[in-house]
């Protein structure tokens, strides 16, 4: 009887042990994530910087960081897996449909037309200031995002960190979300007269396709996203640097 | 014979909403709901939820008063449901839509394609069988609800019928679009594979329905019990032996052959999506089953036998 219990409270202690290690090398990968994708977007803004500082314009601007923007941002998909996993408190969806209108924004809009990004003989200039727009926005947004988890994580979080996460959106989202949407609007006449990502009938699967419709939808797609995304975040903020206790509407 | 006292107080707030003195120890939780709707009309025994703790689980209407964890003066707490429908109202709802909507499409109703082709049909025979396939589905389901279907709950949530109608009547219409289109493609292997999708369907109808009948018989009228299911004389229902919800798998295999007979991609997407919700589904019921009966035969699977 008395070994029996013994081996009760060893196992138990086994458990508790294999827990501690497990939250441990979750803490430690999620800190390097954090960490990596801070300094990604740093290496971007810098290099942003220096491009316009060096050459005067933001022709070509895109081009030259295109590849590391592609890199990092589809990078963060890994993210809807920790929320998936719940690891990170943040509701899947949440974190889903921002991380899906980033990566469509980056290879379904900009990469695929490079007119709108590398356009030197330009009619409309305004084409490559929306590119210009989100990507600063997005790159402001994402230093203070990933710099404010690598500093929670460490239990160190410096109090501008945590301000300028919580406050930068306010200003950035409605301006990064202008960006975005102006860039597809411009897109749209090159895609209607070059017809990609586009399928018509007849053919053997007898669906069809027209990727310019696509894009009307997803643009009046952000008329309801956005307000529910931003206000989430002003929910967040009230919570995070006000300690008001919200609470949600009952399902 | 003594007599019990009921408050009923608000799950959130705690406010005392409803005393009543004077109650049967045999109450049922049904009679209960129905006295205090008296003094809340607003809320009709449909949308009420009463339960011992605030956070616990809904007592069944069934359930008796003197046979609760509680003393002579009873405390029960009160959730609103929300506005709710009946589940007959929303399933003749949602199945009448795309019956409707995907012979607007086979007869070519005007707007939806170019003017020439109004009310023109279409020169292949598969177009006809598919419209037949589709409108016998649904019309099968309609009198299924009426006549067969013995549903465990009466209501569900109001929105509810605003998200399935979507679903149903738009995936109707994205079909209908597409087999009924002048410029449709049939199959590529042609009669053969025609043939073997109507057989697929027409096995996998019969089927589905033998499920909603054994079912159906498993419980009797007015009764919301419920019984282990098991094969009966009728061959297709001996895929009990290895399935817990073979009605979710006839529906899977109707819809395969639906995609095969015409080639459909909207059609093989709406099998897709359709084959996650019922194995969600499935999945479920079958969990609620091994929860609810210890003798569960054990090598049923949820949804395909041995693999899901």
Known sequence: ?251 | MKHYEVEILDAKTKDKLCFLDKVEPNATIGEIKSMFHKSHPQWYPARQSIRLDPKGKSLKDEDVLQHLPVGTTATFYFRDLGAQISWVTVFLTEYTGPLVIYLMFYFRVPFIYASKYDFTTSKHWVVHLACMCHSFHYVKRLLETLFVHRFSHGTMPLRNIFKNCTYYWGFAAWMAYYINHPLYTPPIYGEQQIRLALIIFLFCQIGNFSIHIALRNLRPPGSKTRKIPYPTKNPFTWIFLLVSCPNYTYELGSWLGFTLMTQCLPVAFFTLVGFVQMTVWAKGKHRSYLKEFRDYPPLRSPILPFIL
């Not at chain 1, 993210?79 to 899947?92: L, M, N, Q, W, Y």
């Not at chain 1, 990933?146 to 200003?171: D, G, M």
């Open chain 1, 1 to 251: 009887m008395a070994s029996s219990e013994e081996d009760g409270t060893v196992e138990e202690k086994e458990n508790n042990n294999k827990k501690r290690t497990k939250s441990a090398l979750v803490t430690a990968w999620l800190t390097f994530y954090n960490i990596a994708m801070t300094a990604g977007w740093l290496v971007l803004a810098i290099t942003m910087m220096r491009f316009y500082i060096q050459r005067g314009t933001h022709k070509g601007l895109y081009r030259s960081i295109a590849r590391t923007l592609k890199f990092f941002q589809t990078f963060a998909l890994v993210e809807v897996g920790h929320c998936a996993i719940g690891i990170v408190k943040t509701s899947v969806i949440v974190n889903g449909v921002q991380v899906c209108s980033r990566i469509f924004m980056v290879w379904f809009v900009t990469n695929s037309i490079r007119q709108i990004s590398t356009c030197i003989i330009c009619q409309k200039i305004q084409n490559e200031e929306s590119v210009i727009l989100f990507l600063v926005v997005w790159t402001v947004m994402e230093i203070s995002r990933y710099s404010y988890y690598t500093f929670s994580l460490l239990h160190h979080l410096p109090y501008f960190i945590k301000w300028a996460r919580y406050n930068f959106f306010i200003v950035l989202y409605p301006l990064g979300v202008a960006g975005e949407l102006l860039t597809i609007y411009a897109a749209l006449p090159f895609v209607r007269r070059s017809g990609m990502y586009s399928m018509r009938l007849p053919n053997k699967y007898n669906v069809s396709f027209d990727y310019y419709y696509c894009l009307i939808i997803v643009m009046l797609s952000y008329i309801p996203l956005f307000p529910q995304l931003y206000l989430h975040m002003l929910r967040q903020r009230r919570r995070v640097l006000h300690g008001e206790v919200i609470v949600e509407k009952d399902e």
